[in-house]
């Protein structure tokens, strides 16, 4: 059964339908495909980092969400729930109002994410009484509406011809003016992340049970808590700094990936990695060609994955219960 | 491996549930524990576990406190049933039972051919086999239940905690769990049960201790802590305990209530 399992995803992930569906889309347009050979990069040089970007993100906010539903116990949680997007906003927010350069922006970006997640990881410590994972959400969810206001209050205050729409266009999220330089300074964070995930891919299971049989079948909850946590948190804020919030991808993607290949992490983990890359290929290559004005990352990800999660919800009585 | 527990004071954060609780166990014993509803069993359990942090007293392995064992060596000497869990993500019965050997392999492993073997011959054991390529999610409570002792069995513990593991079976289910228990203690292992069925305690205990309040009422061999007037005291109904002839030849001995003649609900004890 384990070896039909493994020999059954292992055949799926190269063909995988959003991916297929990515390259096809990608022949037609006549844009370089999600599968990168090193001509294509050369070819393509305004076309090739972006669509390695978005592999990278697409992969990393996949790979973030599965990890976080899994620790969360909870199939409706996506990479932001502790508040690194909202953080990241605030922080590129800021650096927009303070007109600083695109490094300084996505620098507090990075920083602001990173710190609302600890700030929320603290005051979640600082509870001990309650349910770990339960003070973990609120604490999330307080902390990001905080942020929000903030957000909103530079907004506000914001030059409204130069700083506002840049700040809007950045909620939205892009992919249009990333650079060599943006993915070379994304890597570390990604790697940094990804690596601790599959080495704990097993503790990350028992971890889906409940705190108490995650705790008498020996794992030390508190510490892989805080490494998947800090792992999931540094690649996804590494992500977000450059790219601007990308919704959906790190909610929708687990589902579909879970579909395919079961709940298991360790098949988890590479399948909605693949996945997320082939999506967010996808969508970026709609974003840019299917109206002469680029649309907004955000919210061509929103308008193709609510249907999508819908219809996942429809059909899979086994990837959610 | 000899289990102690000495004085224990037990509860939640802010609550003491009990205290005064002493009792020890060794290698092949089967040690009962009944009382009522709310009377503390499983809070006693955990504490016993470090699930929950002892208010006082101590729990010693072999004459050496617990307090200051990490999670992995705990994992490796003690084994838990708890009570039927509902799973978020469909993992299989396999899957889940695999999960019990988590204890014996590297934190950045995963589980080998080896601990495969072990979670088949557990599944088989318990004969829920047929179950393994199932879905968790979506197995009856009662194959739940089997399906976290075979976890438990997988761990290989040398005391094995187990919380009312009877209580969501059928009637087969429950009598192949208790003969289970009786050669899991003939293998040598420390187990510690739960239950509400005073019969259950007569088929697989040496020893029953009656918790009642938090405290312990009764210790000690099944026929003398099982009678008429522990049982009223504790539950506040009214039983007679005889014996009959089992088909083996044995004498079997098991509690019937006299309907009718006992006090109205909650008279005994708050219900919940």
């Known amino acids: 059964m384990a070896l039909a399992l493994i020999a059954f995803s292992v055949g799926r992930y190269p063909v995988s339908p959003a991916q297929l569906w990515a390259l096809c889309w990608a022949k037609l347009t006549g844009v370089p495909s999600a599968l990168p050979t090193a001509m294509e990069t050369v070819v393509f040089r305004v076309r090739g980092p ?3 970007a978005a592999i990278a993100i697409g992969a990393t906010l996949a790979a973030a969400g599965s990890a976080y539903q899994g620790l969360f116990r909870n199939p409706l949680v996506s990479p932001d729930i502790l508040g690194v997007s909202s953080g990241a906003a605030l922080g590129a927010a800021l650096g927009i109002y303070f007109s600083w350069g695109v490094a300084g922006i996505q620098g507090l970006a990075f920083a602001l994410g990173l710190a609302s997640v600890a700030a929320v990881y603290a005051v979640g410590a600082a509870l001990r009484r309650h349910d770990p994972i339960l003070v973990l ?3 999330g969810i307080v ?7 903030c957000i909103s209050l530079i907004k506000y205050l914001a030059d409204p011809y130069n700083q506002l729409p840049a700040i809007t266009f950045w909620l939205l999220g892009s992919l249009a003016s990333i650079t060599v330089v943006d993915l070379v300074s994304i890597l570390p964070g990604v790697l940094v992340g990804v690596i601790p995930l599959y080495l704990l891919r097993w503790r990350i299971n028992v971890m889906t049970l409940s705190e108490e049989e995650a705790l008498t079948l020996g794992v030390d909850t508190r510490r892989v808590r805080l490494i998947v946590i800090t792992a999931a948190t540094l690649m996804t804020a590494a992500v977000v700094s450059v790219s601007g919030v990308i919704g959906w991808i790190g909610l929708l993607i687990p589902h579909f990936a879970r579909l395919l290949v079961g709940p298991d992490f360790s098949r988890l983990l590479p399948a909605a990695m693949l996945l997320g890359a082939g999506y967010l290929v996808a969508v970026d290559t709609l974003a840019r060609t299917i109206a002469p004005l680029e649309i907004p990352l955000g919210v ?19 990837g959610w219960q | 491996m000899r289990l102690d527990v000495q004085d224990l004071a037990f509860g939640y954060a802010r609550k003491e549930v009990g205290r005064g609780v002493s009792f020890s166990l060794a290698g092949g014993e089967v040690l009962c524990l009944l009382g009522p509803n709310g009377g503390g069993k499983t809070t006693l359990f955990k504490t016993v576990l470090r699930l929950l942090a002892p208010h006082g007293g101590r729990v010693d392995v072999d004459g050496d406190s617990v307090a200051g064992w990490s999670r992995l060596r705990l994992a490796r000497v003690f084994g838990y049933v708890p009570q039927a869990q509902l799973g978020v993500f469909p993992f299989t019965v396999a899957e889940i039972v695999l999960m019990g050997r988590t204890a014996h392999i590297g934190p950045f492993a995963t589980p080998s051919r080896g ?10 054991a318990l004969g829920i086999g047929h179950l393994a390529p199932r879905p968790y999610t979506e197995i009856s409570g009662g194959e739940r239940q089997l399906t976290l002792i075979a976890r438990a069995l997988a761990q290989r513990p040398a005391i094995l905690v187990m919380d009312e593991p009877t209580a969501s079976l059928d009637f087969g289910n429950q009598v192949r769990v208790l003969a289970e228990i009786e050669q ?6 420390a187990v510690m049960l739960s239950t509400h069925d005073p019969d259950h305690a007569f088929l697989c205990a040496h020893r029953v201790a009656l918790l009642h309040h938090g405290r312990l009422a009764r210790l000690g061999p099944p026929a003398e802590v099982i009678t008429r007037e522990s049982l009223r005291e504790v539950y506040g109904v009214d039983v007679t305990v005889t014996e009959l002839p089992r088909a083996d030849g044995r004498v079997a001995r098991v509690c019937v209530p006299t309907l009718g003649s006992s006090p109205p609900l ?4 708050r219900a919940g």
């Open chain 2, 115 to 124: 601990d495969r073997a072990v979670a088949e011959e557990m599944l088989a």
């Open chain 2, 184 to 189: 899991l203690a003939r293998r040598g292992i």
């Open chain 2, 266 to 269: 909650h008279s005994g004890e």
């Open chain 1, 300 to 318: 061509l990800t929103a308008f193709i994955g609510a249907p999508f999660f819908i219809w996942l919800l429809a059909v899979s009585r086994r």
């Open chain 1, 137 to 139: 959400v609120l604490a």
């Open chain 1, 50 to 52: 972006r669509v390695l």
């Open chain 1, 143 to 149: 902390i990001g509406t905080l942020l929000g206001s």
